[in-house]
């Protein structure tokens, strides 16, 4: 039996046996081997100052045991950029969307109508002589009526609501009215004595029982949560209870004295 001897290669032997892997080179998949290639060709491997290609697209990395990763930046093909898109955060569903014409618009826009669960307080009105009035003669007329906040409902959201005097409307019940932009006083308090004119005085012509109505404008502002004042559109007209007056002459209405008696009297 002839007996052919040659050399195997990678191959050595020992006392043990023939180890078959002595020269053979095992290649970790990775970016950088161990020989000295010229990178993508294929030629060899790796080396220092060279890179190996893996085999792996641009963007897609192993991580130990061999798996690959796409970190979201490998290209999606031949002549295309990278597949990475901008992160948009997702909106937070516990941060309510604000719709329009509700409190937390900014362009909200309220209006007089909307006010109707936050009244105004009423005004009063008083005059002077109280009750009786002498043809001829100034009769005092004044309101009572101030500036105050009042809470409520507004689109459905606690608010506050001030409301602010700003005309004041009498009708005299003989055809005639007057506006003004206060709302007077008494002759005592403008220091004036009696049956003098004022800003709000009014002289009747004729005799008769007659209901003076007065209604008050005021201007409003509203807010919510403490936030600032902003306008309400419009004018809340508000009105008072009427007072009903009889005119007539001095020598009538004057009981205490008449126009005989006194000549500087009212109406004389």
């Keep these: ?24 080179e095992v290649n970790t998949p990775g970016r950088q081997g161990s020989g000295s290639g010229n990178g993508r060709d294929g030629d060899g491997g790796g080396g220092s100052g060279g ?53 937390c618009d900014p362009d909200l826009v309220v209006r007089v109508s909307d006010l109707v669960s936050i ?23 004044f309101a009572t009526a101030s500036a105050h906040v009042r809470s409520g409902t507004l689109l459905g959201a606690s608010a506050e609501v001030r409301f602010t005097p700003v005309g004041f409307r009498w009708d005299y019940g003989d055809g005639t009215s007057r506006t003004s932009a206060s709302g007077g006083a008494t002759w005592a308090a403008l220091n ?4 003098s004119e004022t800003s709000t005085s009014h002289v009747f012509e004729s005799t008769g029982t007659l209901s003076i109505g007065l209604v008050v404008s005021y201007s409003a502002e509203y807010r919510f949560a403490g936030a600032e004042w902003r306008d309400v559109q419009g004018l809340v007209l508000v009105p008072t209870r009427p007072i009903t007056a009889i005119a007539d002459r001095a020598g ?4 205490a004295e008449s126009c005989l008696g006194n000549p500087g009297g009212p109406g004389c």
């Design 51 to 103: 890179g190996e290609w893996d085999g792996l697209p641009d963007g897609v990395s192993l991580v130990p045991g061999g798996v690959p990763v796409d970190r979201g930046d490998a290209s999606g093909g031949l002549g295309t950029g990278p597949r990475r898109q901008p992160i948009v955060a997702p909106a937070d569903p516990a941060v309510p969307v604000c719709q329009p014409q509700t409190p």
């Design 252 to 255: 009538t209405v004057l009981v």
């Design 119 to 141: 009244p105004a307080d009423p005004p009063t009105q008083g005059m002077e002589p109280n009750g009786w009035l002498v043809v001829g003669v100034p009769a005092n007329f």
């Design 1 to 24: 039996m002839t007996t052919q001897t040659g050399v195997c290669p990678g191959a050595s032997v020992g006392d043990g046996g023939v180890d078959l892997s002595a020269d053979r």
């Design 192 to 195: 004036l004595p009696e049956f």
